[in-house]
């Protein structure tokens, strides 16, 4: 479960300070789905970066499961995004030189999974989001909605509690936004995931069970009726291949293919 408490955000813009966040008071029960909804400028990403751990409150607490990642170590802050937090991005954030199953197999190395074991997990998660037959094709050579794609089952394949995504349907077409959505909230409910996005996307965020309408730093919230719940915990979580951690930030692509294959190499 998270709680913030009284979170606030402060950036300096030269002689200006500005207040992307001002006072937020919010719950998220496992295995919720909360959707961030605002206009540009208005907090929506500064709000999910505090939820995964990404920065720090100027002040406030923000708490999963009881611990302040406002106030924990850089260390561990890092080891628990690796461990309980999968994320996705609008654009996508692989690494050019992998291979789809390169890419999913990043969010493992910072838990030290043995090459082995990282190999049949991220191609079981490419499986599970309807690739498995795009594992040693590069990013260049799929279309954004396969990218985004392994993107999930990036974030997946650890197996985390929370699944964060920033705007996930915002580089992709009507019709592939819509296949998207529906894989990540089949993906929500059949696994008991903590579910937080970020949207533009007003038709998105009304298939939310709860809304947070974001202004000027401050939110409003909305239940929304005839949404789904997931089931926290669910027997599925157990199975699902698991996810990543920013491996683009601990790890580069020359020290993951050193690891996997002895030396750097080109593609």
Partial sequence: MYKLTGVTKRYTRGKETVEA??????????????????????????????IGGLDRPTSGGVELDGVDLAAISEAKLTRLRAEKIGIIFQSFNLIPTLTAQENVET?????????????????????SVG?????????????GGQQQ??????ALVKKPKVLLADEPTGNLDEGTRDD????????????????????????IARRAPRL?????GQITLTEQA?????????????????????????YTPEQFTQEQYGAPRGR
């Fill in 212 to 216: 947070a309408t974001i202004k000027a």
């Fill in 226 to 250: 005839g949404a789904r719940r997931a089931v926290p915990g669910g027997d599925g979580r157990d199975h699902l291949p698991g996810q990543e951690q920013y491996a683009q930030q601990l």
């Fill in 107 to 127: 969010a493992l190395v910072p838990l030290g999974v043995k090459p082995a074991e990282r190999r049949e997990r991220a191609a079981e998660a490419l499986r």
């Fill in 149 to 154: 794609r392994v993107a999930i089952a990036r």
């Fill in 180 to 203: 998207i959505m529906g894989l990540l909230e089949g993906l929500w409910h059949e696994y008991g995931l903590t579910f937080v996005m970020v949207t533009h996307d007003s038709s």
């Fill in 21 to 50: 966040l001002r006072g937020i008071d919010l719950t998220i029960e496992d295995g919720d789905q909360l959707v961030i909804q605002g206009p540009t400028g208005g907090g929506k990403s500064t709000l999910l970066q505090m």
């Fill in 131 to 143: 690739l498995g037959e795009r594992l040693t094709h590069v990013p260049t050579e799929l279309s």
